[in-house]
T-cell receptor
Framework: AQSVSQHNHHVILSEAASLELGCNYS??????LFWYVQYPGQHLQLLLKYFSGDPLVKGIKGFEAEFIKSKFSFNLRKPSVQWSDTAEYFC???????????FGKGTTLSVSS | SAVISQKPSRDICQRGTSLTIQCQVD?????MFWYRQQPGQSLTLIATANQGSEATYESGFVIDKFPISRPNLTFSTLTVSNMSPEDSSIYLCSQTRGGNEQFFGPGTRLTVL
């Protein structure tokens, strides 16, 4: 069965620090990859997505992610975090167009000002 | 983007009762999805709701406990039956747009006493 692993359960950073959240998936075929963010008290929002093409994708709010097929990874990065980035981050995989997503367990990011 | 609404936004229910959650989307879609997010956990797919056919349930979820209706292409309901405190979760519906991108509703926060 497919699975998604997010290595960091809770990350604590100071403002302006760089961020990298790991995500690995287990599926041998073609996949679509997503990062979602859930700010406190709010619903899920799409940060960025990868379907095909350039493996480095840019999303909203300065986030980017790199798809490395050989490593089955899709790590999320941001060069300089802000206090407002404090949220829960979920990596998700979709193995067929239009189908449901398989989510990782999520990473809680806490940014101190 | 998509506009997805859910009712109720939250509820507190007694053990043994049932709650029906409604999900309305702003355009016609073939597939809608229902997820559960237990406290401190990631999202888990409950079922896929196709219009005109029976819902497809994931392992660990059964129709008797989570009956789903899909009367038309813009509406679906999920019922949580014979509730217990373990059913306390956020329940989310979602839809796919543009082939692959999935949008989520705001969720229904259910507390079972």
């Amino acid at each position: 069965a497919q699975s998604v692993s997010q290595h960091n359960h809770h990350v604590i950073l100071s403002e302006a620090a760089s961020l990298e959240l790991g995500c690995n998936y287990s599926y041998g075929g073609t996949v679509n990859l997503f990062w979602y963010v859930q700010y406190p008290g709010q619903h899920l929002q799409l940060l960025l997505k990868y379907f095909s093409g350039d493996p480095l994708v840019k999303g909203i709010k300065g986030f980017e992610a790199e798809f490395i097929k050989s490593k089955f990874s899709f790590n999320l990065r941001k060069p300089s975090v802000q206090w407002s980035d404090t949220a829960e981050y979920f990596c998700a995989v979709q193995n067929q167009a239009g189908t449901a997503l398989i989510f990782g367990k999520g990473t809680t990011l806490s940014v101190s000002s | 983007s998509a506009v997805i609404s859910q009712k109720p936004s939250r509820d507190i229910c007694q053990r043994g009762t049932s709650l029906t959650i409604q999900c309305q989307v702003d355009s016609q879609v073939t597939m809608m999805f229902w997820y559960r997010q237990q406290p401190g956990q990631s999202l888990t797919l409950i079922a896929t709701a196709n219009q005109g056919s029976e819902a497809t349930y994931e392992s660990g979820f059964v129709i008797d406990k989570f009956p789903i209706s899909r009367p038309n292409l813009t509406f679906s309901t999920l019922t949580v039956s014979n509730m217990s405190p373990e059913d306390s979760s956020i329940y989310l519906c979602s839809q796919t747009r543009g082939g692959n991108e999935q949008f989520f509703g705001p969720g229904t926060r259910l507390t079972v006493l």
